[in-house]
Structure formats: C-alpha cells, structure tokens
Nanobody, 126 residues
C-alpha cells in the first residue's frame, strides 16, 4: 500500500524558511515522479516542483524558482522541499504527490498523479 506522509509545515514570517518532508512507502520501484503542489483557500491546487527520481531532473513553477529547492534522500525514501525567502502568497496547504513511472514528462499537473499525501499547512505572515 503506497503511502505519502508530509511533515515540516508551520508558521513563519516573510523572508523566513521552512523545509517540508515527504516520506514515501509501499512503492515497488524506486523510479517515480515526486512532486509538490499547494492549495490556498478558494483557489485551485497548483504545481510547485517536481523531481524525477531516476534522473534527478527538477522542475519548478515560475513563482518559486530561485527560492524553493526539491531534493531526495534515497536511503530514507524521502523527498524534501526547502523553501527560502517565503512570501505571504506562499501561504497554502502543501501536498506531496507521486506517480510510479520513470519519465515525468514536461508538464506538471494534478491529473498526472495517482498518490497523494494529506498535506501540511504553511502560513507566511507579513
């Protein structure tokens, strides 16, 4: 049974940093697409970042480029989202998602992902 467990959310002031973690379990293959999405109240879930575990290729939404970094720890089966220089507009619930395939394609959208975590709240105050 595939499970994704996020942690690391919290409240910070603008300019601060947080690191989110997503621990994955139950996958039969290490090759997969791991992604972070976020959803603010009243808004649609939007892509943040993606990591292709087999190639380490990364994708970032324009809104977070240069501020967020996605990485993986193979030994812990965990993907991280390091967030720096946080802004109030980053406030949202952040979700980890995974799709068990080697090629993650060129786009990042909600409909590409089968497995989702429960989400972790990030609140940035001005």
């Amino acid at each position: 049974q595939v499970q994704l467990a996020e942690s690391g959310g919290g409240s910070v002031q603008a300019g601060g940093s947080l690191r989110l973690s997503c621990a994955a379990s139950g996958f039969s293959d290490s090759r997969r697409c791991m992604a972070w999405f976020r959803q603010a109240p009243g808004k649609e879930r939007e892509p943040v970042a993606r990591l292709t575990t087999s190639t380490y290729q990364r994708y970032y939404a324009d809104s977070v480029k240069g501020r967020f970094t996605i990485s993986q720890d193979d030994a812990r089966n965990t993907v991280y989202l390091q967030m720096t220089n946080l802004k109030p507009e980053d406030t949202a619930k952040y979700y980890c998602a995974s799709e068990p395939r080697a090629n993650c394609g060129t786009r990042l959208s909600v409909d590409q992902y089968t497995y989702w975590g429960q989400g972790t709240q990030v609140t940035v105050s001005s």
